[in-house]
């Protein structure tokens, strides 16, 4: 049987072996090791050498929590938070532009409104808003999203955030040849073209013509 290599004070990632603490039932030298942040685990040898084990397990935590928190920095708003609503704006423009099964769909994606690449990303998005006035705080119906040209989609240099008689005075016509408004312009209005809050929102509802 081949000699155990001594580990003992030689430093694997983030463990420094101490020194030998016993064997596996099939033999296999279990190690004492000492972690970087203080805890001392037990290592067999071969999980040293292979580089299969290189912390106590803090390094797999660090990793799992900074991944954790570059989910919470791109989608924690779309759970709960200050930028709640916020996302709930960008989650429903992006509904109403680009998803046909949309009851408003006609009145933005159908009749050509879309929305700028850079705005895919509502990281982007929210740095365009906070940048440009946003203020989550806002009571109802006094910071919305509003398209400074109506037939133009959504973009950095043709949005603004308005409250809504600033909003309604940009409102194209709404009503359809026989001069009735749409069923889909009723249904909008009812929910709000609009996320939960009904605040932050583009409520132009009566912009459109029927398509």
Request: proline share 3%.
């Amino acid at each position: 049987m081949a000699r155990t290599k001594n580990l003992t004070g030689m430093k694997f990632g983030r463990l420094t072996v101490i020194g030998r603490n016993g064997s596996t039932k099939y033999g296999a030298a279990i190690w004492r090791c000492r972690c970087e942040c203080g805890k001392e685990v037990d290592v067999r040898g071969y999980h040293l050498t292979d580089g299969t084990t290189q912390s106590c397990g803090c390094f797999n935590r660090e990793v799992l929590k900074a991944i954790n928190r570059q989910k919470n920095t791109i989608h924690g708003d779309s759970m709960s938070g200050k930028y709640h609503r916020l996302y709930m704006v960008w989650s429903n423009m992006k509904d109403r532009c680009l998803n046909p099964n949309s009851p408003i769909y006609p009145l933005y994606g159908g009749r050509g409104i879309d929305i700028c690449a850079e705005w895919n990303d509502y990281q982007n998005f929210k740095r365009w808003a906070i940048s440009t006035g946003y203020d989550p705080s806002a009571p109802r119906g006094s910071c919305t999203l509003d398209r400074i040209d109506c037939d133009k989609g959504y973009s950095p240099d043709n949005c603004r955030w308005v409250n809504m008689k600033i909003q309604a005075s940009n409102r194209r016509s709404g009503r359809s040849s026989t001069g009735q408004w749409t069923k889909a312009q009723q249904s909008d209005d009812k929910k709000g073209a609009a996320p939960s809050d009904g605040n932050t929102e583009d409520s132009k509802i009566n912009e459109t013509r029927s398509v």
